[in-house]
């Protein structure tokens, strides 16, 4: 993997603006469909300023070794002022380019190899070779083996080893023809190869992260894969078995009714085998949606009953030996589907408590619509059986508070004062509109 260099854009900020860094600041690798918020919460950070004040911090500190260097080292007669304020001025300027942006780093770099060659020719011939800015060439090496191409950073290492090679061939001093390599390979390509190892180091590390990125994808998906299995695992079981009986049910149901219609003197056993085939009805009704959604295929609209549907619960409940009555206090407005759906489950879970645990005789039923929430509340008197505590609920008082929590409503239950009645009540807060 290559990491993309300043020499493939146009501006610094093309290449390295924007990255995805966590809570403590440190850089995540950008990629496609981030999960957001389960993948860790990320913010973004502009990274261009910090590198841009970073890379003016070296050149400064650069300009002030090696002026200081220079003016130390020129300080004799010898040098003419002029020669030593042009030199001082070219020194200066190449290393403020240090702070250019990093696509720049190849002109900067033939920039210093040209001070150190025109200063070694420029030198007065009775002067001692001065020290030039031996500083801005060793970090012109390291940025142009660190952020530019292959090409681009092979020419600008050949400059500065040019450069570098003209301090003890073109200054008249005497040197050891043995060590005529060592200075280019200390000045220029070992800064060089730092510079280039940095960057292979970079792309190592993002591709470390990036392989890191996928296999997390792969295991999720193969998570989600596993998961979709085992829910068509569990909608075929429901299917084979409990679909299947349900299924008989109401036909049996259905015969018997039709068998005692005709029998003289059994009207009750007629509609109680009504009630049954209407309940496996809507079971099997109910059935099917779950199935749908384990399967993937959720139902449409209608698939699902809502307050609307309210009378034709009460005439089952009605068949089967438990007189209902809902009173609608306010005005009714126009529901969420979903809050419309949850508000018929807690009537049907309301009633069927009572049918179940009651004394029998009228459940009464209220719903109350306000401009910031519907209440609905259920009363039936209480049976012999022992019924639950508020800090002990059945199944069927779970599901209701289950299902007002989804809302973020609230749900309250147990014995009236006068300790033969019992209400049960859920309050869904609305959004207004």
Do not use: C
Request: net charge neutral; aromatic share 4%.
């Amino acid at each position: 993997m290559r990491v993309p260099r300043a020499g493939d854009s146009a501006t610094a900020a093309d290449q390295a603006s924007w990255e995805l860094v966590n809570e403590e600041g440190v850089p995540v690798p950008d990629r496609e469909g981030r999960d957001g918020p389960g993948a860790g919460s990320v913010r973004i950070r502009d990274v261009n300023g910090p590198l841009t004040r970073q890379a003016i911090v070296i050149a400064a500190v650069t300009l002030v070794v090696d002026a200081l260097t220079f003016a130390h080292s020129t300080g004799s007669p010898a040098f003419p002022a002029g020669w030593r304020w042009a030199m001082l001025a070219a020194i200066v300027v190449v290393d403020a380019g240090l702070a250019s942006a990093p696509r720049l780093s190849g002109v900067v770099a033939v920039a210093q190899a040209t001070v150190q060659v025109a200063g070694t020719l420029l030198r007065p011939e009775t002067a001692l070779m001065p020290s030039l800015n031996s500083a801005g060439m060793l970090i012109s090496a390291y940025r142009a083996g660190a952020w530019l191409d292959r090409w681009p950073a092979v020419v600008s290492l050949l400059f500065l080893t040019a450069g570098t090679l003209a301090r003890p061939i073109l200054g008249g001093a005497n040197f050891a023809q043995e060590l005529l390599l060592l200075a280019p390979m200390a000045s220029a390509l070992l800064p060089w190869l730092v510079g280039r190892y940095t960057t292979a180091r970079r792309a190592y590390i993002a591709e470390l992260e990036q392989r890191s990125e996928r296999e997390k994808a792969e295991a999720r998906q193969a998570l989600a894969a596993a998961i979709a299995e085992e829910r068509a695992g569990i909608a075929r079981d429901l299917h084979d078995v409990i679909s299947h009986h349900v299924s008989a049910i109401g036909v049996h149901a259905g015969v018997a009714r039709l068998r005692a219609a005709a029998a003289p003197g059994a009207p009750d056993l007629a509609d109680s085998l009504t009630a049954v085939e209407t309940s496996s009805r809507a079971a099997m009704l109910d059935l099917r949606r779950l199935l749908d959604v384990l399967h993937g295929h959720p139902s449409g609209e209608d698939s699902q009953p809502g307050l609307d549907n309210l009378p034709e619960l009460l005439d089952t409940l009605r068949a089967v030996g438990l007189r209902a009555r809902v009173t609608v206090h306010g005005v009714p407005s126009p529901l969420p589907e979903s809050l419309d759906i949850a508000v018929y489950r807690v009537v049907q879970e309301m009633l069927t408590n009572a049918l179940r645990h009651g004394a029998g005789g009228v459940a009464e039923v209220e719903l109350r619509h306000d401009p910031s929430s519907l209440t609905v509340t259920a009363s039936n008197l209480l049976g012999t059986r022992a019924h639950a505590r508020p800090d002990s609920p059945h199944r069927g008082l779970q599901g209701i508070r289950s299902r007002t929590a989804v809302f973020s409503g609230h749900t309250s239950y147990g014995p009236a004062p006068d300790g033969r009645t019992w209400t049960t009540t859920a309050t869904f807060p609305l959004s207004p509109s």
